[in-house]
Each structure stands twice: as C-alpha cells, then as structure tokens.
C-alpha cells in the first residue's frame, strides 16, 4: 500500500493562491470520488477540510477549495492568512484497503 | 459534538503488545453508520492509518500491519481498542482514533492523539 504522493513544501505571501497537489493511482485517487484533506497545526490533530473530492464541512472557509482530475487531487487555498500556515495532508479510498494517505506537505506563509 | 479520548500506556517495551482505548462521548458509537478507526503518527513524518472497526465487530486492516494488529469495540462502554503485538521502536508514534463515515471514509472527528514510546 504506497502512500499517495504530495510536495513536500509549499509557500505562498498572504493574499496569494496556493495549490497542493495529490497524485495516486487509477486503484485510489482515480478510480473513486472519495479524497479528503486534512490540516494539522503543530502538536494538534488533523482537522477535515475537504471532503469526496470538493466539499467543504461547516465551518471551513470557502477559501478552501478542492478538486480532481485523472489520479491528482488538488487543494486549493486562495486569500492564504498566516493561520493557514501548517501541514496539510490528502486521503483517498482504495481498493486494497479502504484508507491511503499523502506523505504529507508543509505549507509556508512568507 | 461527538468527542474522542485515546488512553492507555505511554511507554511500552520491545516484543510486547501495546494496548490503547479510544472513549467516545457525545453520542452511542453504535449510532449512524460509522466507521472508527486508528492512526497514527511518528514524530516528524506522516499519517498512518492502522485500521478499522464498525459497531457489528467487523474490522479492516492496513495490509502493512495487518498481521500484529486488533481493533476491537465495547459498546457498553462506548468505547473501542487498539492491540499492536511484537512492537518494536518502530512504532513509536503519536496514535489517534478517529471517526469515519463508512462509505466515503474521510475523517470527521479526531481524538487529540497519545504519545506512545516504545523503549527498553
């Protein structure tokens, strides 16, 4: 079960647009509507950002937006605040077990 | 607002079996259509998610640690356990449960996660 794969860093100033990008393969990413994303803050639990692919739970700014295409998933932050400042992680359902998760990326606020 | 607690000992020698409990409140954890699983998370590195249970007792495995692996469910005490066997200091790591729903599996609710050691 390989991890999905995801940039290890990415940076943006406040007020930019940010894409994190999240590549499987046809048995994961590709083949099902059910990627999520994830924010972990440090010493924090992962909090749910995105969900099956683009959907955003209450509360979530709709600055987060999600997306898909092939087998890469993307996150999309755009107007980033220093608060987004933290690492960021994509899951999908696959067909060999039901949950794979991205390696992770550090997002950076200049 | 569902709520998880994970417990359980923060330091475990090699070859045994490490033992966590994850406490739902603010709801049955036999309510809905859920899944409850475990993950976890060495220091400075990624998501891993160990696996899974629903209330009926069936369960799904990472097939990685499938072999070492228990989830297992008390509903009468709303709660759900985790037994890793044979640990060694690779799994050290910081283990959260957290909630799912069955079908699409994302992750809606988190425990705050415990820090587990495993040291001689």
């Known amino acids: 079960q390989s991890a999905l794969t995801q940039p290890a860093s990415v940076s943006g100033s406040p007020g930019q647009s940010i894409t994190i990008s999240c590549t499987g393969t046809s048995s994961d990413v590709g083949g099902y509507n059910y990627v999520s994303w994830y924010q972990q803050h440090p010493g924090k639990a992962p909090k749910l950002m995105i969900y099956e692919v683009s959907n955003r739970p209450s509360g979530v700014p709709d600055r987060f937006s999600g997306s898909k295409s092939g087998n890469t998933a993307s996150l999309t932050i755009s107007g980033l605040q220093a608060e987004d400042e933290a690492d960021y992680y994509c899951?999908?359902?696959?067909?060999?077990?039901?949950?794979?998760f991205g390696g992770g990326t550090k997002l950076t606020v200049l | 607002q569902v709520q998880l607690q994970e417990s359980g000992p923060g330091l475990v020698k090699p070859s045994q079996t490490l033992s966590l409990t994850c406490t739902v409140s603010?709801?049955?954890?036999?309510?809905?259509?859920?899944?409850w699983s475990w993950i976890r998370q060495p220091a400075g590195k990624g998501l891993e998610w160990i696996g899974r249970?629903?209330?009926?007792?069936?369960?799904n495995y990472n097939p990685s640690l499938k072999s070492r692996v228990t989830i297992s469910v008390d509903t009468s005490k709303n709660q759900f356990s985790l037994k890793l066997s044979s640990v060694t200091a690779a799994d050290t790591a910081v283990y959260y449960c957290a909630r799912s729903d069955g079908a699409t599996v994302h992750f809606d609710y988190w425990g705050q996660g415990t820090l587990v050691t495993v040291s001689s």
């Open positions: 249970i629903y209330t009926s007792g069936s369960t």
């Open positions: 899951s999908s359902y696959t067909s060999s077990s039901p949950v794979v």
């Open positions: 603010g709801g049955s954890i036999s309510s809905g259509s859920y899944y």
